[in-house]
Structures are given as C-alpha cells and as structure tokens.
C-alpha cells in the first residue's frame, strides 16, 4: 500500500503523530463463540499494512488479549527502529485473578504493571501512558505522584486519560495538581466519538480545546455502524461481532442514527468513497480531533480505512455532517 498518512501534532506536546492511529483492541481477542478474533500472524499482516500506509503511532492495552496484543507488537517491533514509532499504552483493568491489587490505579498496581507492559512491547519506554478509567479508591494525588514518576524515571513520556465523559473534572482536578506540585500532567485523552456517539461535544470537548489537549477519539465508525453496512429493518447480521456487545442494535440501530447514516452516504456518493472513509475524514477534519483510532479484522478493511487519509471534505460537506444529528443515549454514556 502506498504511504498515504501524514503527520500531526499532539496537542501541546511537541510530538508528531500519525493522523490515523491504529487500535490493536481485536488482537488476541476470544469471540463469544471462543474463537480469536485476531491471531498472531493476522495481527503482524495488519501492522505491516498499517506501516506500508506510513502510519507511525499504534495503541494498545495490557489488557487487550491477556497481554498478547503487546506481546505480538513488541515481536513485530524487533525487526524495526523502535523510534520509527509511537507507541501508546492503557491499564487499570484486572490483569490478576483473586488479587485485590491485581487493577485499579494503585501505586503498586500500576509500578507492576508499567515494568510488564515494557517488557513484553520489548521497549524502554512508552510515548503515551494511559489511564483506562478513572480509580475512586486511589487519591488523584497519588496518582499523579505515581505516573510522574514514570516520567521522571524515563518510562513513559507523556501521560493520557481514556474514557472520561462525562467527568471532565477529574482531568481538570488531576492536573491541577500536577501544577501545583510540578509533575507531568494528561496531555492526552481517549474518548468515544463518532458522528452518532457526540457525548463529548459540550463540556468535554471544550476543555480539551482551551488546554490545548490532544483528543483520539475511539469507536470512530460506531462500532461499524457507520461503515453502511446496516439497513433500517434488518437488524444486525449473524457474522457481525457487533452482535456480541449486550445491547447494541438498541443503541446503534435507531431511526435517527440512520438519518445521520443517509447524510454520510450522500457526501461519500459525492466524495466517491465509502461510508467508512466519510466518517474518518470527518473526524481528520475536525478542528479539536488529533486522530481517530481505526481497527480492522481484515486486511482489506484497513486498507479501506486508511484511504480515508486522501479524502477532503469541502468546509459545506463537514457543516453538513457536522448537523447530521447526536447519537441517541448521550447522556447515559
């Protein structure tokens, strides 16, 4: 595949960042039916197609297959310069059964767990450590004590907040603290958003902007209901994995989400593109978006995203997109 992404910068950092990142949430991941959704040798096909695009900045989990997704990029990894690439990483979930300290956002949760996370990417170092979710039971004062730490000691370089509407205060608390006390504070975020999920357009979203905080939206395409493979009337076909999230059809099968969907499907007629590719490029356009991330199972399906780096909306088609609608169930997010 030709290199078709190009670069942007990461809010305030001063880092450079692919404009479309890729998710590696699939890889080792256990369908309902107990098959890997991603295995080992499909998750070095995707990476070598993501890298032949130009692409440059990849994320990932410590929880995403038990580990397996950062065991099998630092294996792909060893065949590259590691400074080629930027590699974001997120913890906070259980990774221990019938350990109290097995998640959370304790210190010594999080001191075990940054030394694994290392060593199985086979690095020194993350660009992006994430937190996954916010921890009640861990002070943000200790938090913040912790993950500067990391940065002090050279293991993480920049710190990031994933899934946080709607408590944008907890961001602003945290970094509060990091003021006043001089350590790191987030310069990224994680949310969802898409153009049926706009739970973060308001508060959240404005906040990221005044501080200048980079924004990598998550489940850009809905979780694939945006890529029009959906009709009104049919529900949801047996062979998609959307039909193993609790709840889906309820949430995405909607009528006002698929008068959104017509909208996007006139504006791909008129790009000549794909749903999929109308989305993304939306999101490539949106003044306070750094990148979305995109995954895939297949090849072909990445390639497809990945085009949507050579889509340019007119400044009418982003306003039309723009006031499709908003996503029902925005406020339960």
């Not at 973060?200 to 493979?229: N, R």
């Not at 007629?269 to 749903?275: F, G, M």
Request: overall charge negative.
């Amino acid at each position: 595949m030709d290199e078709i992404i190009d670069s942007v910068p990461m809010g305030r950092t001063g880092l450079e960042v692919s404009e479309i990142a890729f998710g590696t949430w699939r890889f080792g991941r256990e369908t309902a039916e107990g098959n890997l959704e991603t295995d080992r040798e499909r998750a070095h096909e995707l990476l070598d197609t993501y890298e032949s695009a130009g692409g440059r900045f990849i994320d990932t989990a410590d929880v995403y297959g038990g580990g397996d997704s950062e065991q099998w990029i630092g294996e792909w990894l060893e065949d590259r310069d590691r400074e080629d690439f930027v590699i974001a990483s997120k913890i906070y979930w259980p990774t221990r059964e019938d350990d109290p300290n097995g998640n959370g956002l304790s210190r010594k949760h999080l001191r075990r767990q940054i030394d694994l996370m290392l060593d199985r990417l086979g690095t020194d170092y993350l660009d992006v450590l994430y937190i996954h979710r916010w921890d009640e039971a861990t002070p943000a004062r200790e938090l913040m004590r912790t993950l500067d730490g990391f940065v002090q000691d050279g293991k993480v370089n920049y710190l990031g907040a994933s899934t946080f509407v709607p408590n944008t205060w907890r961001i602003a608390e945290a970094n509060e603290l990091a003021r006043q006390y001089g350590w790191e504070p987030f310069t990224v975020t994680q949310p969802r958003y898409n153009l049926v999920d706009r739970e973060i357009e308001g508060e959240y979203m404005d906040f990221c902007s005044e501080h200048d905080l980079a924004v990598f939206p998550w489940s850009p395409l809905a979780q694939g209901f945006l890529t029009g493979k959906y009709e009104r009337g049919e529900g949801t076909p047996e062979d998609s994995t959307a039909s193993d999230t609790d709840g889906w059809e309820d949430r995405y099968l909607t009528e006002e989400n698929f008068d959104t969907l017509d909208v996007v499907r006139e504006v791909a007629e008129e790009v000549d593109a794909s749903e999929a590719q109308v989305a993304l490029a939306y999101q490539r356009a949106h003044p306070d978006l750094t990148a979305p991330i995109v995954g895939a199972r297949t090849v072909e399906q990445l390639e497809e995203n990945l085009r949507a780096a050579t889509v340019d909306l007119s400044d009418e088609q982003f306003e039309r997109l723009e006031a499709a609608g908003d996503g029902p169930f925005a406020d339960l997010a």
